[in-house]
């Protein structure tokens, strides 16, 4: 997630939806402006008619859901003609978690559906489960249309199960065609996938062959926490173990994967950018770098930085291994007045065909495995990075990624040995030593430890 955020992807993924529109996905729209950390509401009457006699249910979100933009609101009082929604958005999810927290202490305040963000889901799985219905026993939810990993994260140890889940980040590598020529390198997705395949060593290894011959002036990659984040999207056990004891300090994964990554870092091959900054954006227009790891959001975000000229030029290739970046969940609170009716709307919108609206006007991709088998889909292809079928690119990532072990505070844990530790080593030069040490501290600090 960088570990990115859905309310800090918001931005992303108004360039996304804006510039997939011009690409292989059609019919996208736009996000309202919202103030900065500030809450907005919105709801939808079904037609314009008076809303007296009617139930109203209220959706409370963060970031960019993208079910009003996308029409499915309007779509579901149509069919349900005694039904009002009602959404209220905080754009950041620093600023929407510990309040949801509270009013789940105190049984009020609460929306009749909460939005949960992944970073969240195991803290709200393991300590508000008895605040939440157990939505795997909701009418019109089907767990076997639900990848089993995605499923598995808000479902507790009783078998209790809290969140539908949403969207997934399920990651490719972006390249450029035209600077691996250059480099030697082949250029075909298939066989550019093949050149790593198995192991993000071999993705390093890549880099240096293609750092000896490119271009003035480009790296391989565009920063070196961007490929550790990278690697920790795809492994199963990363900060704590399944006793929700933390473990990442002494976890040989862990420390395989910094080590992969700070090795971007000392051989050269990154182009020492933070990932979101002006900089960042500035380098796909400068072509700065040659390779990005990205989720299906990200794509239009390349569209719209890389502009007109990158057309054709980028392409999209597997990860050396499955690996996720982002997502979320719906949930429904006991203290709801609504709650069955809310449980309904909850089922529906995370329902197949919902959710592959949602890919093909939003840009997100389905946590629904049923809905791969949906054309719009499984054979989704992209104008803008040289017809790529991302459909089958991302939706065999989906399906491969490994069962992974969530905790509480995932978040702090994974954007200090991003942000502090890595970025020392990135940008700064630090030793890779001292780098983790910097991260380390800051996660102590981080936690009162």
């Not at 993208?66 to 069919?79: K, N, T």
């Not at 011959?213 to 391989?220: E, I, R, Y």
């Not at 199963?236 to 910094?258: H, L, M, Q, S």
């Not at 030593?433 to 910097?438: I, M, P, S, V």
């Amino acid at each position: 997630m960088r570990t990115r955020t859905r309310s800090s992807r918001r931005a992303v993924v108004l360039m996304a939806v804006a510039a997939l529109a011009a690409g292989a996905l059609s019919g996208c729209s736009k996000d309202s402006e919202e103030p900065s950390d500030g809450a907005t509401s919105a709801s939808s009457s079904g037609g314009g008619g008076s809303d007296k006699g009617k139930t109203t249910l209220t959706m409370g979100l963060f970031g960019a859901f993208g079910y009003q933009e996308a029409g499915l609101y309007d779509e579901y009082m149509a069919l349900n003609p005694n039904i009002v929604i009602k959404q209220t958005t905080i754009e950041r999810n620093e600023n929407y978690y510990p309040p949801l927290l509270t009013h789940l202490g105190t049984g009020s305040g609460l929306a009749d559906i909460q939005g949960v963000e992944i970073s969240n889901i195991n803290e709200v799985t393991n300590t508000q489960a008895d605040k939440l219905m157990d939505l795997g026993k909701a009418p019109g939810v089907e767990k076997d249309s639900f990848l089993p990993w995605k499923w598995g994260q808000a479902t507790n140890a009783a078998g209790k199960t809290i969140g539908l889940g949403t969207d997934i980040g399920p990651q490719g590598i972006c390249y450029r065609k035209d600077l691996f020529a250059k480099a030697g390198l082949p250029t075909d997705r298939e066989a550019v996938g093949k050149l790593w395949a198995g192991d993000w060593q071999k993705y390093l290894e890549v880099g240096k062959r293609f750092q000896a011959k490119a271009p003035s002036g480009v790296s391989f990659v565009d920063a070196a926490g961007g490929v550790l984040n990278a690697i920790l999207g795809g492994s199963p056990d990363r900060f704590y173990d399944k006793n929700g004891k933390i473990i990442y300090k002494t976890n040989p994964g862990v420390r395989a994967a910094w080590d992969t990554a700070a090795g971007f870092a000392e051989a050269k091959l990154s182009a020492r950018l933070q990932q979101f900054t002006p900089s960042w954006d500035q380098g796909y227009a400068n072509s700065k770098f040659a390779t990005v790891a990205c989720p299906p959001w990200m794509l239009g975000y390349i569209q719209d930085k890389a502009g007109a000229a990158g057309k054709g030029k980028w392409d999209v290739a597997a990860t050396p291994k499955p690996s996720n970046w982002g997502g979320a969940f719906l949930t429904v609170p006991e203290a709801g007045k609504n709650k069955d009716e809310a449980a309904k709307l909850a089922a529906w919108l995370t329902a197949p065909e919902q959710q592959a609206t949602l890919f093909t006007k939003r840009a997100s991709f389905p946590s629904s495995q049923a809905a791969y088998a949906l054309p719009a889909v499984g054979e989704a292809k992209h104008e803008y990075f040289d017809n790529a079928p991302i459909g089958q690119i991302f939706v065999k990532a989906a399906k491969d990624m490994p069962i992974q072990t969530l905790g509480p505070k995932d978040l702090i844990i994974q954007q200090n040995l991003s942000d502090v530790g890595m970025l020392q080593v990135d940008q700064k030069g630090t030793s890779s030593k001292d780098g983790w040490n910097a991260a380390v501290k800051a996660i102590d600090n981080a936690l009162d430890q």
